[in-house]
């Protein structure tokens, strides 16, 4: 008997990736499909996520163990990292220095427990304007171009020369769903356009921005690739505080800038529609010393935060989302 936490189904994928991201889920069992509902297998008794703790006999997980470090010597798994990111059949991994020395040991026992990975590479950092991975190749094919799958969505890029990031999977769902059909939809922060085209795929008519001329393309691309028309869509090559929107209003904006965001909320909140929402998403503090309610003028409300991932030990990435009330 172990336990379980119950969610809806709704809140499945959500629940998975917190628990994951925490270290919270027991890979050891299956998840249990009951009553419109997901039971999560638990490695200790609570967790703080919204649902039923539920203890129950759990169902073994049979099928081979796909933590690659498995292949790997004692000493080198024990600082070989446990996660990564995966963008199509590109795995992209950050190494601490002290396992630099053993990154060919590393690529290719990942390589070796996932069949769909062709592509290792190391992530040395965000840098620059435009939020561009510097991304090294360590095994396989010499390659940053893949198609990633998510969510029934297809994205095509190079993830050398845009920012893309597989962590935000179940933001786009949980925003995706909280839409309404013929919304007037800003992303002011758009790269190759997955926010975009998940509103777009629910009747949404989305402004899409990003200054970044490469983002531009694959994102064009992409609309065309998972059967976006082009009433629903405009896409610009430009920076958001430089873009004129006359007196153009949204109900919902994007800002997912999150290293630097602070400096576009003012703008922002000229552009929002009463009711409307803004989704503002920001590195900061676990320890809640950052207050968004300093920056917020008098007429919005944060009505919920959320935190994303993980960032480092003592930051996480937050998303807030912004209302803004009927004066």
Known sequence: MISHLKVANNKAEEAKAFLKDKGFLNEGYLPIKKDNSVLWPLNQDSVPFE????????????????????????????????????????????????????????????????????????????????????????????????????????????????????????????????????????????????????????????????????????????????????????????????YDFGEQKFDRIILNNPTNCLPFLDKAMTLVAEMGMIHFYIICPKDGTFQLSEHLVEEFECIAKREVHAYSPSSSLFVFDIRRNLI
């Open 51 to 242: 649902g039923k703790i539920v203890i129950c006999k759990g169902t073994v997980q049979n099928k081979k163990s796909r933590d690659y470090r498995i292949n790997l010597d004692e000493k080198i798994r024990s600082i070989a990292p446990r996660s990564f990111d995966i963008f199509g059949d590109i795995a992209i991994l950050r190494l601490p220095s002290d396992s630099e020395v053993y990154e060919k040991q590393i690529a290719e026992a990942l390589l070796l427990s996932h069949k769909n990975i062709k592509t290792v590479c190391i992530d040395l950092g965000v840098h620059g304007e435009f939020r561009i991975r510097d991304l090294r190749v360590i095994s396989g094919d010499n390659n940053f171009i893949s198609v990633h799958k998510e969510n029934g969505m297809k994205f095509e890029a190079d993830i050398s020369k845009v920012y893309f990031s597989p962590r935000l999977a179940t933001e786009r769902e949980r925003l995706s769903s909280h839409v309404n059909n013929h919304e007037n939809v800003l992303d002011a922060f758009a790269g190759v356009a997955p926010f975009s085209i998940s509103m777009a795929m629910k009747g949404c008519k989305v402004t899409s921005l990003d200054s970044n001329p490469e983002a531009m393309n694959w994102a064009l691309k992409n609309f065309n690739r998972n059967g976006i028309d082009e009433k629903h869509y405009s896409f610009f090559s430009s920076k958001f505080e430089d």
